[in-house]
């Protein structure tokens, strides 16, 4: 859920925000949204080092995650990814 909510605020940073700055001349949007994203994905980073530990996950697999959520649209094709990934995990236990 967290991936999720970070891709949707980078979605409407270069979305929304960034033409409002500009074409619109509104740069308090990018203030107000690039916030939010910040913190979102800070709080994204914090999430996956502590799934990235807690399961011992492979560095590549961190990795690829890590560069999912830099490219737009990338944190929702990856969580598609990880609900499976999740799943195999519960049935094997």
Do not use: N, Q
Request: hydrophobic share 60%; proline share 5%; charged share 15%.
């Amino acid at each position: 859920m967290c991936a999720l909510t970070e891709g949707v605020s980078f979605l409407l940073l270069l979305g929304v925000a960034m033409p409002l700055k500009y074409l619109w001349g509104m740069p308090s949007a990018v203030m107000v949204v690039g916030w939010i994203h910040g913190m979102l994905f800070m709080l994204f980073c914090f999430a996956l080092a502590y799934v990235y530990f807690r399961h011992r996950w492979p560095f590549w697999r961190g990795a690829v995650v890590f560069i999912a959520a830099l490219i737009p649209f990338g944190p929702f094709l990856i969580d598609r990814r990880m609900r499976s990934l999740e799943k195999s995990d519960e049935k094997s236990i």
